[in-house]
């Protein structure tokens, strides 16, 4: 849920490794919030997937590349939580590791995003252009909330309008040898030059959010194959990893370095699991592409997905639990 509301999972497994890290949180409340995370991040790429609802077979397309990672992360959750919840078994290795890294005396920082610093320059400008103008700096607290709700609504209006932009630039520049070459690259090198690709992109973004919504549009145009993305967005999955264990050296107990690491295994282990064999592999993909038919035919389905997935189901959690 913390996830889908800041709309990263680096912001969010970086804070959780944090807190575990100062002593405020302890592992076993961590390892499973990690792994909602996995599965929260993939919402931004589903929101990506309407730039396309006015087309039908382009939204098929484009929301059967956004889901296949919705249905991954849930198929790895529910083989590994429970194995890991009885045997412990990724926790041990997540332990061995932090064993020996801080044998080695190995230490990192964190390296800056680009994109990120743009994002947050731009972003900061307009924070204070606005606190500037008398009208909002004089507000109450319940005006300065209404208006804070209307700058949302306007910023979500603005991520709709990105989407379109980036749907029609993707088709003018994407020529179709272009199209053409770009799958069979792919489908030449095989799976593992994409997850390579996912991971490089990833690491050097710092968000999978960011390369999975870029994949959406490409697919969505018919640019690269949802079964060539795939293994790109598993990718993705394993170098988004990478921003938490380097956040955990800013950090005195080595718990930080554990959980980290345990993020990491466990996204590996996922795609260690999952892509290999092809039956297996099928699976998210297949019931991506199911549920895609029935949501290009009823958009309102995509909708209510989205509410429900990340939403609706994490807070009747909470509240179950609490």
């Not at 990192?108 to 500037?132: Q, R, V």
């Not at 209307?150 to 088709?171: Q, T």
Request: charged letters at 10%; glycine letters at 8%; proline letters at 3%.
């Amino acid at each position: 849920l913390c996830t889908v509301l800041v709309q990263s999972s680096s912001v969010t497994t970086a804070t959780i490794v944090g807190l575990v890290g100062s002593g405020v949180l302890s592992l076993e409340y961590a390892i499973p919030m990690v792994m909602g995370a996995n599965i929260g991040t993939t919402v931004t790429n589903t929101l990506v997937s309407f730039g396309h609802v006015r087309r039908e077979q382009e939204f098929k397309r484009a929301f059967a590349a956004s889901t296949m990672h919705d249905f991954f992360n849930l198929l790895v959750v529910i083989i590994l939580f429970p194995l890991d919840l009885y045997t412990g078994f990724i926790t041990r290795m997540a332990e061995n590791g932090t064993d020996f890294v801080l044998a080695t005396g190995f230490t990192a920082t964190k390296p800056n995003s680009p994109i990120k610093a743009g994002i947050k320059w731009g972003s900061n400008n307009i924070l204070d252009g606005l606190s500037s103008i008398p009208f909002i700096s004089n507000l109450s607290e319940n005006s300065y909330r209404a208006y804070a709700v209307l700058l949302i609504i306007v910023a979500i209006a603005f991520i709709f309008l990105s989407l379109k932009n980036v749907v029609s630039n993707m088709k003018s520049l994407m020529l179709n040898q272009i199209e053409f070459g770009l799958d069979k690259a792919l489908a030449k090198g095989g799976g593992l030059l994409a997850i390579l690709i996912g991971i490089l992109i990833t690491f050097s973004v710092q968000s999978s959010s960011i390369t999975t919504s870029i994949l959406v549009p490409i697919v969505g145009s018919g640019i690269l194959s949802i079964e060539n993305a795939f293994p790109i967005t598993l990718g993705a999955n394993i170098g988004t990893t990478i921003t938490a264990v380097l956040a955990s050296f800013a950090v005195d107990d080595p718990a930080g370095l554990t959980i980290a690491l345990h993020h990491v295994f466990f996204n590996l282990i996922g795609v260690i699991i999952v892509y290999p064999v092809k039956a297996v592999r099928n699976i998210p993909v297949n019931l991506a592409k199911r549920l895609s038919v029935i949501t290009a035919k009823r958009r309102y389905i995509a909708i209510l997905y989205v509410l429900v997935t990340f939403l609706l189901l994490p807070l009747l959690g909470v509240v179950l639990f609490n």
